[in-house]
């Protein structure tokens, strides 16, 4: 497997992790709720990076994700 490809399921992985924490916090849940909703977004967004991956829109959108990365950690953080 090319090194490519675990950088952008990282970064894939840093995206479902900030819409996972904005759920938690606009919607209150409980423990259990959370894990199911953190199974469910893994599977659903597993499934998009997997059928994205092979397209033209995927370096477009790993450019979105790495640049909102790199705002939030540089100037919100």
């Given amino acids: 497997m090319d090194i490519n ?3 952008q399921i990282g970064i894939v992985g840093v995206a479902l ?3 996972i924490q904005f759920i ?3 919607f209150i849940t409980d423990p259990n709720t959370t894990k199911l909703l953190t199974i469910a977004l ?3 967004v597993g499934t998009l990076f997997y059928v994205l ?3 033209p829109l995927w370096p477009t959108i790993l450019g979105i994700l790495g640049a ?3 705002v939030y950690a540089f100037l919100l953080k």
């Fill in 5 to 7: 490809i675990f950088l």
């Fill in 24 to 26: 938690k916090t606009k």
């Fill in 17 to 19: 992790s900030g819409l």
């Fill in 68 to 70: 909102a990365s790199m």
């Fill in 42 to 44: 893994a599977i659903v």
């Fill in 53 to 55: 991956k092979s397209t």
